[in-house]
């Protein structure tokens, strides 16, 4: 049971950048250093060891609050690492650390019901790069293309148990069963009961079909009212099917007030993350993420990623957005990924070539029938 709360823009319908490009790009990030907060977790783990590789020359800050842990993360990355021992509740701590940096990467979560967002406030106020962790480019590229508006966007994830990825996303999880669900329907604002609308949803080769509910992500009202999409939802499923029924018998058991409280699903967690790890050594951390848009033309197209590793995958993403950042794209100010002053439209292609690296079904702006392992076919070998 777990989420991966990160958002992928990639690049649709331009050729491979060229190694020279990447290579003037990368002349940019030789000095940078760059903190990761929650470096000592699995999250943060992996986005160090992702930066390390894609960049080397990167000078990485790990922050955490585990000293022990955080020396053996900097004797496996080794050279250019160190360890700061850091509390993200300390407004005068954070800052005096992050005025020695060029970018903050924050992974200690959970990020949901949080009262406070102190990271993100000290990084505004010493003015430093923040980035907190694929619809912009499918929507760009129907509106280029002269074949209809953009009418109706879907996004559907799949995670098998908790991704390897460890407490913080279980309670993420959780948290999420304590929020009603916003989603958009011809433009009006509509409010769900999480973990309901079971789907049936195939994520093509190496995942297959599955079924996922309606969950209340951030991305759906950034698509709608930055994306001008009318129509807008977000669904999530998890493996083993029990995990799925133990979701929605939480809705059911639990009030919502009892779901927001982040001491108490602390508690919880507690209690079942044993039971979770146990699960994860058999039904692995298989990831799945896709997105189907719908025009007023009638076409419908989507983009699908698939990992094996969710643990790898957040990580390696992660580190393409920081570089991203590094090379110069993003304007002054906060925003969402979609907007272009945040990740910039030509700076896409190159985020993509790394955000995919390792991954066993990558594809953009394909028919649905062209990646489902079971399509429809209508007549005369003509499938939808």
């Not at 993420?289 to 094996?308: A, F, I, N, P, W």
């Not at 304007?331 to 896409?348: D, K, N, T």
């Amino acid at each position: 049971m777990a989420m991966l709360c990160m958002s992928i823009t990639p690049s649709l319908t331009t050729p491979p950048t060229s190694t020279a490009t990447v290579e003037v790009n990368k002349a940019k990030q030789v000095k940078s250093r760059v903190l990761i907060l929650g470096a000592t977790g699995r999250v943060g783990g992996s986005t160090a060891l992702a930066l390390s590789k894609l960049s080397p020359d990167l000078q990485l800050l790990l922050g955490g609050r585990n000293k022990d842990k955080g020396e053996s993360m900097v004797a496996t990355i080794g050279a250019n690492s160190e360890f700061a021992q850091v509390n993200i509740d300390d407004a005068k701590s954070l800052e005096a650390i992050l005025s020695d940096v060029d970018l903050v990467v924050h992974t200690a979560g959970p990020f949901q019901q949080a009262e406070k967002c102190s990271v993100l406030e000290a990084a505004i106020r010493t003015q430093y790069h923040y980035v907190t962790v694929m619809a912009a480019e499918l929507v760009r590229a129907a509106r280029s293309e002269n074949k209809g508006e953009p009418q109706r966007l879907r996004f559907y994830y799949y995670t098998a148990g908790s991704g390897g990825a460890g407490p913080t996303i279980l309670a993420t999880s959780f948290l999420l069963l304590g929020e009603e669900v916003v989603a958009y329907n011809k433009g009006k604002r509509i409010e769900l009961k999480p973990y309901t609308g079971k789907l049936n949803i195939d994520f093509g080769k190496g995942i297959g079909k599955k079924d996922v509910y309606l969950l209340n992500l951030p991305e759906v009202k950034s698509t709608h009212e930055i994306l001008g999409v009318p129509t807008v939802s977000a669904r999530f499923g998890t493996a083993p099917f029990f995990w799925n029924w133990g979701m929605v018998a939480m809705t059911k058991l639990f009030p919502m007030e009892f779901l927001r409280d982040r001491n108490k699903v602390q508690q919880l967690v507690k209690l079942f993350d044993p039971s979770v790890r146990v699960v994860d050594g058999i039904s692995g951390e298989r990831v799945s993420m896709r997105v189907d848009l719908e025009c007023s033309d009638g076409r419908h197209t989507l983009g699908l990623y698939s990992h094996k590793k969710l643990s790898v995958s957040v990580g390696v993403s992660t580190a393409a957005f920081a570089l991203a950042i590094l090379e110069g794209s993003t304007q002054p100010g906060v925003w969402f990924p979609e907007e272009p002053e945040g990740i910039a439209v030509e700076a896409r292609e190159v985020l993509l070539q790394r955000a995919s690296q390792g991954t066993i079904n990558f594809v953009m702006n394909k028919a649905p029938w062209m990646v489902e392992t079971d399509p429809k076919e209508v007549i005369l070998g003509i499938y939808v």
